[in-house]
Structure formats: C-alpha cells, structure tokens
C-alpha cells in the first residue's frame, strides 16, 4: 500500500506529520511493505487554495490512502472523491504512524475532528488540539 504523508520536512521515515493537510510545503509517499519514501513538492506559484493545491498534486500518483493529522471539510471531500482513504495520525513521525499501520491501529478520519471554516488561518501548534498526531497512541 502507498501512504501518503503532509511534512514540512523530508527526514525520511522520521518526518513529523504537519500539523495540517493544507499548508504542508511537501508530502511524502512511503510504500509501506518496501519503505521506499518519494517526495511530492507542492508548486509555489499555483493559483488554488493550500488543500486544492495538494489534492491537484495528488492527481494520477499511485496513493491508497493519506494520513494527516488534521485536514478541513473540503480537502477529505476532495480526496474521498479520488477514491483515497484518509487516516487520522496516531504518531508525530511517518514512522510511529506506520508502526500504528501495521497494529491495524491506525484508524479513518473521524469526520468529528475535522477543521471547521472558522479555526483556519492559525498555526494548529498555537492551541487547536486534536486528537491525535502528538506521541504514538496506538501502542
């Protein structure tokens, strides 16, 4: 299976998951029986919005399913109608997440923990909690 991850950074297996979908500068696909990772780099000088752009770079790649530790209603509405699943993060890095994958821990998004329109424009860091995506909760 490919997993797809948002990042701020390529450390491999040890990126931590961006605190949201949309304004990850990057994602990284990880194949998750080689644990081969490739990168996606969003384009700066796309015209859509943080979550269209990524769900645009997203289109024809060889990607089961993302795994995101927070993401708005449009975004997982868009990436559902590509036929991906989302997952919510269970661990800061891909590979705490991937750890949580292979314990059939790692569950679909609970569409209760989604952005509303209200909460976007902040940095998820500066007290927009969620659930997930701080310490692998699955172990």
Known sequence: MKLCFPVQENNGLQSQVSGHFGSAPLLLV???????????????????????RLA????????????????????ISRLQAAGLKVY????????????????????EFDAAGLCSQGQHGHGHERGHQHRAGHGCSCH
């Open 30 to 52: 990880v194949d998750t029986e080689s644990r081969e990772i490739s990168e996606l780099k969003r384009s700066a000088h796309a015209e859509q919005p943080g979550s269209a």
């Open 56 to 75: 645009q770079l997203l289109a024809g790649e060889p990607i089961d399913a993302m795994v995101v530790s927070s993401i708005g209603p449009g975004a």
């Open 88 to 107: 919510q993060t269970a661990g800061a890095t891909i590979s705490d997440n991937l750890l949580c994958l292979d314990d059939k821990r790692l569950k």
